[in-house]
C-alpha cells in the first residue's frame, strides 16, 4: 500500500472503470504477461487500462537490482519464457495497439542481460503487425554495446533508457547502476543507427536540486537524446525512498520550456508524466510517424 504524503491538490485523475481494468487483467493474466503499470504501481494505470493500453514487461517480474524508488518485485527471477514475444503480439493484437511499448526488469544474471528477447520481441511485432510502432525501454546492458546492437539491428521506431534522476543521487537511489554507463548507452545507439530515435526519462522530488535537473538534460542533449519524460516521483510503500518534495505544475512547464530550447524533438514534462505514458504521442510531437 502507498504511503501517503498529502498529494498536492494538482494530483486528480479519474477513478477507473473496474470492467475495464478486468478486461486488461484477464487478457494479460491469460497471456502470462507481465506490465511495468501494474509492477511499478503506475499512478496513470487505470486510465491506460480503460484505454485499452498498457506497458509490457518482459524477462518476468523479479529484478535483480534494488532500485530504492522502484515498487518491482526483487529477488532471483526464472528463466525467460519462450513464448513470451509471442504472447506480446497476441496481446498487442488483441487490444488493437498501433504503438507498443516494452521494457523489462533488469537481468544481471543473464550473459546479455536479455538484450535477445527484446529482439524477438521487436522482430515478431514488425513482422507480425508491420503498422504498429515499437518503443523499447532497455535496461542498461551493464554497458555491453554487443548486447545493445542486437536490439538496436532490430530497429524499434523508439530506444528509451531512463537515467532516472541525477548523478548525485545515483548512490542512494539506484546503487547498481551508472550515470556515465547510461549516457554512454544512449550515445552507442545513435553511433550504431544515426537514424535511430532515443529517449530518456527522471522523476523529480528526490531531493534534486534545478540546476541538477538542467544539467541533465544538457548531458542528454551531448549524448543526442531526442525524447524526454520529467515526472514527479511517488513514493511506492513506506519502504521505498522518500519524496523529498513536490514539483509545481509550473516548474514541470518551465522544465519543458527549457527542454525544447535545448533542442529535444519533443518534451514530456508534467506531475503524472511517466516515461512510457502517451508515449505514442511523444513520438507524434517529435514529427515521427
Ligand atoms: S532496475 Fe531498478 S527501476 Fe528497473 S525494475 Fe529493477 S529495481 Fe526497478
Not at 498529494?7 to 502470462?32: H, S, V, Y
Not at 528509451?160 to 550515470?179: D, K
Not at 516548474?251 to 524533438?265: N, P, Q, T, V
Not at 514530456?268 to 505514442?280: E, I, N
Request: hydrophobic fraction near 40%.
Amino acid at each position: 500500500m502507498m504511503a501517503r504524503r498529502r498529494l498536492p491538490a494538482w494530483f486528480t485523475q479519474k477513478i477507473p472503470r473496474p470492467e475495464a481494468m478486468r478486461g486488461m487483467e484477464a487478457l494479460l493474466r491469460a497471456k502470462n504477461l507481465h506490465t511495468v503499470c501494474e509492477s511499478a504501481l503506475c499512478p496513470n494505470m487505470g486510465q491506460c487500462f480503460m484505454q485499452g493500453t498498457a506497458t509490457f514487461m518482459i524477462l518476468g517480474d523479479t529484478c535483480t537490482r534494488v532500485c530504492t524508488f522502484c515498487a518491482v518485485k526483487k529477488g532471483v527471477p526464472l528463466r525467460p519464457d519462450e513464448k513470451e514475444a509471442q504472447h506480446v503480439c497476441e496481446a498487442t493484437r488483441t487490444l488493437g495497439l498501433t504503438y507498443a511499448v516494452i521494457t523489462s526488469v533488469t537481468r544481471d544474471d543473464l550473459p546479455d542481460g536479455g538484450a535477445f528477447q527484446f529482439a524477438l520481441t521487436i522482430a515478431s511485432l514488425h513482422n507480425q503487425m508491420p503498422e504498429t510502432r515499437v518503443e523499447v525501454l532497455i535496461p542498461d546492458f551493464l554497458g555491453d554495446i554487443g548486447a545493445l546492437g542486437v536490439v538496436v539491428q532490430e530497429k524499434p521506431q523508439v530506444i528509451n533508457h531512463n537515467v532516472e534522476t541525477v548523478p548525485r543521487l545515483y548512490a542512494t537511489v539506484r546503487p547498481q547502476a551508472v550515470y556515465r554507463r547510461s549516457l554512454d548507452l544512449l550515445l552507442a545507439v545513435k553511433d550504431l543507427d544515426p537514424g535511430s530515435v532515443t529517449k530518456s526519462g527522471l522523476m523529480v522530488g528526490l531531493g534534486e536540486t534545478k540546476e541538477e535537473v538542467v544539467e541533465v538534460m544538457r548531458d542528454l542533449r551531448g549524448a543526442r537524446c531526442d525524447l524526454l519524460t520529467i515526472g514527479q516521483y511517488l513514493q511506492p510503500s513506506e519502504r521505498h525512498h522518500p519524496v523529498r518534495c513536490f514539483v509545481t505544475p509550473e516548474e514541470f512547464a518551465e522544465y519543458g520550456r527549457i527542454g525544447m530550447d535545448m533542442g529535444f524533438a519533443a518534451v514530456a514534462s508534467g506531475p503524472l508524466v511517466r516515461s512510457s505514458y502517451r508515449a505514442a504521442d511523444l513520438y507524434k510531437d517529435a514529427g515521427r510517424s
